[in-house]
């Protein structure tokens, strides 16, 4: 045992890689394996009178996928509900993650982070159920405002509150890290705050932004809980999933279906890459 320490201690490579290779390796079984046999089992069929999988490649899920107005739909409502969700969060999280970087006490930063953080350590569908009776018709939201109900409104205002938190720490994170003193330098040389918000707050808020997106939008696109409890009759990609999963038994389907917002995140991750806000993860 000691000779072994011993010759890990002389190759730290070697050490190095002992120690990532069981994280790694539960990397690729369990992630990168679930996603190729997603792949794998979208092009695969389901027998019509027997119900059993077909095991032979075909094009026909993805084919339905295109040519089905019903799908297309759902697909564009779904990258919708994503971007409102996204666009409401940067909205509310921005003068938030501002707040809690340059304006209140630095001793109380700490405190505002743990009251961001709280909010996850709740259950999901604790969250969510609360909202449908905040939703519900003569609950308190009805009462005050007049609504919305139930539907697409109340869906984008659950999932919106919900993934909230991915939001503001990113953008909080790259707001600390810019110094106090290039706004005060900016002040000094006359520039108004409109100024100084597009010359020196902007290019580090926007990669932040972008970090809490690929959080916000993700999570917001592959849900299919949230509608199903706010959402009315309304349909996302993760409700056709579930659905061909459970009640129409068609796993090769769903699989296709999955594989949509895949793609989405891949185009979007590719996308973004080039900011610099995979770095502020």
């Known amino acids: 045992m000691a000779s072994l320490g011993s010759y890990l201690h002389r190759h730290p ?23 190729a046999v997603l792949l794998v089992s979208a092009f695969w069929t389901v027998n019509g009178f027997t119900g059993e999988v077909v095991r032979q490649f075909s094009l026909g899920n993805f084919r339905t996928l295109l040519a089905e107005e019903v799908y297309r739909n759902v697909a564009l409502r779904s990258v919708g509900v994503a971007a409102a969700v996204t666009v409401i969060c940067v909205v509310v999280a921005v003068p938030m993650a501002f707040f809690m970087a340059k304006v209140a006490p630095a001793g109380s930063r700490h405190w505002l982070v743990i009251a961001i953080l709280t909010p996850l350590w709740a259950s999901y569908l604790v969250k969510a159920y609360a909202w449908r009776i905040l939703l519900a018709n003569d609950g308190p939201m009805d009462t005050l405002f007049g609504g919305p109900g139930y539907g697409l409104p109340a869906t984008v205002l659950v999932l919106a509150y919900l993934w909230l938190p991915y939001m503001i720490l990113p953008v909080y994170a790259g707001l600390e890290r810019l110094p106090d003193s290039l706004l005060e330098a900016s002040a000094d040389l006359g520039a108004r705050a409109g ?10 808020l926007v990669p932040s932004v972008l970090a809490g997106s690929i959080f916000t939008f993700s999570l917001s696109l592959g849900d299919y809980i949230t509608v199903q409890i706010v959402g009315g ?34 185009i979007y ?12 993860l």
């Not at 100084?196 to 707050?201: E, G, I, M």
């Open 13 to 35: 490579r070697l050490r190095l890689a002992g120690l990532l290779s069981a994280p790694l390796l539960w990397l690729v079984v369990a992630y990168l394996g679930a996603l």
């Open 195 to 204: 100024r100084t918000f597009r010359s020196v707050v902007l290019p580090t």
């Open 233 to 266: 009759k309304t349909q996302l990609i993760g409700n056709l999933v579930y659905a061909n999963i459970g009640a129409a038994n068609n796993l090769p389907f769903a699989a296709a279906i999955a594989c949509v917002p895949v793609l989405i995140m891949v």
């Open 269 to 280: 991750l590719l996308a973004v890459r080039r900011s610099g806000a995979l770095e502020e």
